[in-house]
């Protein structure tokens, strides 16, 4: 748990480590993903999954929204036309049929996720007939199993019904997340995302009383308008909601990728980046006095929901849904851009529509992992997910040394004899947690090209 972070974390360590870093959901990271795709290569990493026989996890990409975000990152098909889904969800069930003929029954789906987009674009009708396609393809946990499985699903409260609420909850869906952002009207007017206090009352207070037990809030600093007085009131607000869990994500203004957000945000509105620091230290400190604790980066959970208890336990994983409960589960990902994380190997599905709807059997982006991406991507896991590692001296003498100037600036504590090195976070050291875990990564030390990612804060 953090405590008086905002004394821990100067100005001049911000400036010397607040600069642009991977996320690591991954690594290697995305960028490097730059093998000739072979379906051979997943397919036997998908029967080499299957002799393992763990549980995995599956993600679907609903790409459809009714209107652009405009802080928004995601590939996303923008439309009022419903409709246009149909086409989208049979291709879906094509993929989803496939890969379910590969995986074996003997294994379950420990954590479904559905992101986007917005999957409640999708009726209720047509979410239960996806979630009936999975059911029938793949082993699933119900609640019966006395188990701590994950099937969550992002729903955005200005599209959600009721009826799409109790759509989910008959699909089996135990967890809901949140866009929120800011509750900010002058924000939410400028990243238009324009949604109440009450209308996100009104749905957790349904879903409540449904039966979900389990809600997470997306926000995000670094937006238009905000500033230390309007995110207190947002942060107010979160409160009095009591979700589960808060992601709280430093907005990544990228034009260069995102056309649309030089064209719609003001970056003269946007708060400056000791501003920044400061609705960040302070959201932090108010999230960590009501209850919640620190999980990683941008993550906090009650210290009574699983994802703390994971990290308690030094059970917490990583993936590209931020952190979860469930280490060393495969990934399967289905529909455009998704990504798919087996024994080693990664692929991220087309990102165009047209593609897609050609063949279930492509990639736009594809990696064979080779042994000392093995190695440092485990080493990378462990310092995102639990803030400690161990590793053998004489494989990474390198990093030791560069390690050194992040000890003498009080981000880590290092142990080292003649064999083995070990270091652990400190509290400030958490907070730049991407960049100590890049001291790992020999691929952004390359020239290999100029690589956009965003801040570390």
Known sequence: MLHSIDKEITQKLISKYGGSVPRYTSYPTAPEWKDDYSQEEFEKAIQESNQIGNDFSLYLHIPFCESQCYYCGCNVVISKEHGIEEKYIEKLKEELSYYGNLISKERKAVQIAWGGGTPTF???EQILDLASHISNNFSLYSRKDKIDYEYSIEIDPRVTTKAHLEALWQAG???LSMGIQDFNPETQEAINRIQSFEMVEDIVKEARE???ESINFDLIYGLPYQNR?????TIKKVKELNPERIAFFNYAHI?????FQKKYIDEYTMPSKDLKTEIFDKATEEFVNAGYEFIGLDHFAKSNDTLAIAQRNKSLYRNFQGYTTHS???LYGFGITAISDVQGVYKQNYKKMNDYYETIFGADKFKLCSSDDRKRREIIKEIMCNGSVS????DFSDELIALQEMASDDLIRISTNSDTSSFELTESGRVFVRNIASVFDTYIRKESGHKIFSNSL
């Open 122 to 124: 999708l009726t209720p």
């Open 173 to 175: 869906f135990n967890r």
């Open 210 to 212: 449904i039966g979900f």
């Open 229 to 233: 007085e309007t995110f207190s009131e």
């Open 255 to 259: 034009p260069a990728i995102f056309p």
């Open 328 to 330: 060393g589960a495969d």
């Open 391 to 394: 590793f053998l001296t004489q």
